[in-house]
Structure formats: C-alpha cells, structure tokens
Nanobody, 114 residues
C-alpha cells in the first residue's frame, strides 16, 4: 500500500488547512485510515482515525477543531483542521491499518505561527 499525503504548509494561528491522503496498491482489507503527528521532542500521537464503516476517533486535543472524513471511491482520507494553534505544529503522517500490518506515508509538515 502506498500512501501519498498533501495539504501541509504554513498557516497563522486560527487558520485552517486540509490534509489529503490517497491510498494505492493492495488496498483491500484496509480496516481504518487516519493521521498521526509528531512534534519536535514529543512522542508520536494519534490525531484522528476513521474505519471503513465511518466510525471516527479523535485525540482530545483536536476534538471540535479537526474533522476526519474519507471517500472510499477515491481511496482518500481527509483531515480538515480548523482553529489551528501553534501547538498543532508537527509532521503529520497518514496511516492505513490492516489486521496484520500498518502502512505509513512519508509525512507532511504543518506549521502554525503565532
């Protein structure tokens, strides 16, 4: 499975960005897709995930600000990020999970200036 992310960049606090992740290859049996992030000096953390049936899960720090969605026909997952804060600055990684393996994208940088 190949995952290609796009949509990162530099934005001022309070602004918005939308990340996209397109999956290709052996995409059968993918159970869930979503986003993790890693900020400098911090641990890798789950931001949001969504299952094939549409169930979602969010980190407490992004609830009410971020929305994850997916287009199964396009094998794409989106992360709409609103009301961005400087603490959201990180590299955001797309992931796709099968029962036996997790695939990762290369990451896209999101920088929020104060």
């Amino acid at each position: 499975v190949d995952l290609v992310e796009s949509g990162g960049g530099l934005v001022q606090a309070g602004g918005s960005l939308r990340l996209s992740c397109v999956a290709s290859g052996s995409i059968f049996s993918i159970k869930a897709m979503g986003w993790y992030r890693q900020a400098p000096g911090k641990q890798h953390e789950l931001v949001a995930s969504i299952t094939t049936s549409g169930n979602t899960n969010y980190a407490d720090s992004v609830k009410g600000r971020f929305t994850i969605s997916r287009d199964n026909a396009k094998n794409t997952v989106y992360l709409q990020m609103n009301s961005l804060k400087p603490e959201d600055t990180a590299v955001y990684y797309c992931h796709a999970a099968k029962s036996w393996f997790v695939y990762w994208g290369q990451g896209t940088q999101v920088t929020v200036s104060s």
